[in-house]
């Protein structure tokens, strides 16, 4: 079973941006679909954006669409996402998780799966505070 470790939250001032990190423990992190989570207070968590094991295939949840960005690098088992123009009601946990592994040439490229039902490994979060 991997570990994901994200790292890279902080304090940031309304409108400005912040990357976040997240290293993943296992040999097998090119076969899985990552994506990011949030929660805010008081809030469920939510999905904010997802990428395919090759990196082609990207989704953003309609909020943040435009300003954040989801990359990896699959040869340093590393998850970003990139985020610009944060807003006051961005101050949330921030998680990294991984999907179930994939094998077939179409799920490697497309699979990016939005819902947390789908995820089965989660890292512990880190905070991002949005001031203004």
């Known amino acids: 079973q991997g570990r994901l470790v994200e790292s890279g939250g902080g304090l940031v001032q309304a409108g400005n941006s912040l990357t976040l990190s997240c290293k993943v423990s296992?040999?097998?992190?090119?076969?899985?679909?990552m994506g990011w989570f949030r929660q805010g207070p008081g809030k469920e968590r939510e999905f904010v954006a997802a990428?395919?094991?090759?990196?082609?295939?990207?989704i953003y949840s309609d909020s943040v669409k435009g300003r954040f960005t989801i990359s990896r690098e699959n040869i340093k088992n590393l998850l970003y996402l990139q985020m610009n123009n944060l807003n006051l009601e961005e101050t949330a946990v921030y998680f990294c998780a991984a999907s179930r592994r994939l094998a077939t040439i179409t799920e490697l490229l497309n699979a990016a799966p939005k819902a947390p039902s789908e995820y089965e490994y989660w890292g512990q979060g880190t905070q991002v505070t949005v001031s203004s």
């Open positions: 296992d040999r097998s992190f090119s076969s899985h679909p």
């Open positions: 990428i395919s094991p090759s990196g082609l295939r990207e």
